[in-house]
């Protein structure tokens, strides 16, 4: 054997064993970390308590709802009482009746006077646009629930499209995870008919390419994982982890 060729295979298996090490790792790593994702419901449930959209949605029902029992006692602002009090000096006037005259008599004097009265009063532009007013109130506050109802269906919708993505980049970490296990057994068999010469340099080389396709794929496929899985957390507000936990 030259010695070119010697450095060559010597090369190849100090790569590949150090490639082997790291996957192996890897897979270690996965076969601790495996996530349950919680049931659909159960996210759904908690997106919507902690949706901010959802959440904006419920209040301005609420204020639509206050504003329809302010039109409705509108009216109450043209009925009031009026009271008022006054202290000075008065002029106060007398009349006494007789059967033979009549006697004026005028005094001056330091007195507090008061008054209390109740008043009512109904605009013409009240009495003509009332109706028009709680109408508009009412269908205000019925758009507002609608908005909600609406708002409420798209984050539901949203939750199925990413609940399904990130069960289907499970299943295909699954599939790729054992793809690099018979990858790896196919190497490791590769290198020991490579070390008793009964294959090339060359076909060595072909496989050892092939791991390393897998090696690629099962690392696209452990990120499209983790991303999906971070999304659909922070929409549900919630940790999956934390879910597992408190389970």
Same mark, same amino acid.
């Given at each position: 054997m030259k010695p070119t060729s010697a450095v060559t295979i010597f090369l190849l298996l100090l790569f590949n064993f150090k490639f082997s090490f790291s996957q192996s790792s890897g897979l270690d790593s996965l076969s601790k970390s495996e996530i349950t994702i919680p049931p659909l419901e159960v996210i759904l449930d908690s997106a919507l308590k902690h949706n901010a959209a959802v959440k904006f949605r419920v209040l301005d029902i609420l204020a639509k709802n206050a504003n329809l029992r302010s039109e409705k006692n509108?009216?109450?602002?043209? /009925? +009031?009482?009026?009271?008022?009090?006054?202290? +000075?000096?008065?002029?106060?006037?007398? /009349?006494?009746?007789?059967?033979?005259?009549?006697?004026?008599?005028?005094?001056?004097?330091?007195?507090?006077?008061? +008054?209390? +009265?109740?008043?009512?009063?109904?605009?013409?532009?009240? /009495?003509?646009?009332?109706?028009?007013?709680?109408n508009r109130a009412k269908a205000? #506050?019925?758009?507002?629930?609608?908005?909600?109802?609406?708002?409420?269906?798209?984050?539901?919708?949203?939750?199925?499209?990413?609940?399904?993505? #990130? #069960?289907?980049?499970?299943?295909l970490l699954s599939i790729q995870s054992s793809a690099i296990g018979n990858a790896r057994v196919n190497q490791e068999m590769i290198e020991t008919e490579f070390r008793n010469g009964i294959i090339t340099v060359t076909e060595y080389v072909r496989v050892s390419d092939i791991v390393t396709r897998v090696e690629s794929d099962y690392e696209k496929a452990k990120s499209e994982f983790s991303s999906a899985k971070q999304v659909l957390e922070e929409i549900a507000g919630f940790s999956f982890l934390n879910y597992q936990i408190k389970k």
């Open positions: 509108y009216w109450m602002r043209n /009925l +009031g009482i009026q009271a008022d009090s006054r202290y +000075g000096t008065f002029d106060n006037y007398s /009349l006494s009746n007789n059967t033979q005259s009549t006697t004026i008599s005028n005094s001056t004097s330091q007195q507090m006077n008061y +008054g209390v +009265g109740l008043y009512l009063k109904f605009p013409i532009v009240d /009495l003509i646009d009332r109706k028009n007013q709680i205000e #506050l019925e758009q507002s629930k609608q908005m909600a109802e609406n708002q409420k269906t798209e984050l539901t919708q949203l939750i199925i499209r990413l609940y399904e993505d #990130l #069960l289907l980049k499970q299943r």
